[in-house]
């Protein structure tokens, strides 16, 4: 049965150390902590728990990569604590529970991007503008886009994109990789040009820009991982349990 988030929440002590965090690999459990679902159960028809499922699903797999959570996910600690305090209000983890981080500038590409889906919002409120840092942040990361910010498949990037950034994702009309997209929209915002070809279906690059998208969500994965290893454990506990002598 899937516990209630305040079930969840009386599980660990309030806050949650920032080394029980650090130390947390199944990200499908860091949800939880902070929605009190597993992610493969909440309803996200509504557009608010839409949004709710997109942050913490960022926040699990920017956790999943080790170090300081804000700086996987591409906020300041007075960002991160606000987001949870307004979409989390029940979750033992605070942005206390990671030491300050000294303000080092982004790297010119994840400003370039953040820059780029801000000048594109179509939400108002401060989500939106969360949103863009922690994509910009994330798409720095070697997977793809939807794979890094932790979301169960593409098609909810997609919403994601058409939802805080409408009219940035009505450019994308061929529904290219949305990591590529990105950087040729820069490109040709600047007047360059990024592709060896003019036409998308003549160029060598083809499937780099529209190739297919599809495979398991990283939650998913360690969740399997994990129920692998628990196996492995029974069938090894079974085995010695054979073996030695009544």
């Not at 493969?40 to 997109?54: C, K, M, P």
């Not at 801000?118 to 994330?138: D, K, N, P, Y």
């Not at 529904?175 to 070809?197: A, H, Q």
């Not at 780099?208 to 692998?228: I, K, P, T």
Request: proline share 4%; charged share 25%; aromatic share 6%.
């Amino acid at each position: 049965m899937i516990g209630t988030q305040s079930e969840f929440a009386n599980t660990v002590s309030s806050p949650v150390s920032a080394a029980h965090v650090a130390e947390q690999r199944d990200a499908s459990e860091l949800y939880g902590l902070l929605t009190g679902r597993h992610p493969t159960e909440v309803d996200i028809s509504d557009d608010n728990d839409f949004d709710r499922h997109v942050l913490a699903c960022v926040l699990a797999a920017s956790a999943m990569d080790g170090g300081q959570l804000p700086e996987r996910a591409g906020l300041t600690n007075q960002e991160l604590d606000a987001l949870l305090v307004q979409y989390f209000p029940s979750t033992p983890i605070r942005s206390c529970t990671w030491r300050e981080q000294s303000a080092l500038p982004a790297p010119d590409e994840t400003i370039m991007v953040r820059d780029l889906l801000l000048a594109q919002r179509s939400t108002h409120g401060e989500v939106g503008g969360w949103l863009a840092t922690m994509i910009a942040r994330r798409a720095m990361e070697p997977n793809h886009l939807w794979e890094d910010l932790g979301l169960r498949e593409r098609d909810e990037l997609s919403r994601l994109q058409m939802r805080h950034f409408g009219p940035l994702a009505a450019r994308n009309t061929k529904n290219m990789r949305w990591k590529r997209f990105f950087y040729r929209t820069l490109c040709e915002d600047d007047g360059l040009v990024m592709c060896t070809t003019p036409v998308c279906t003549e160029c060598n690059d083809f499937d780099l820009c529209f190739g297919e998208e599809s495979g398991e969500s990283r939650m998913a994965g360690r969740r399997r991982d994990h129920l692998r290893r628990l196996d492995d454990s029974v069938q090894f506990g079974t085995a010695v349990a054979v073996l030695l002598p009544e």
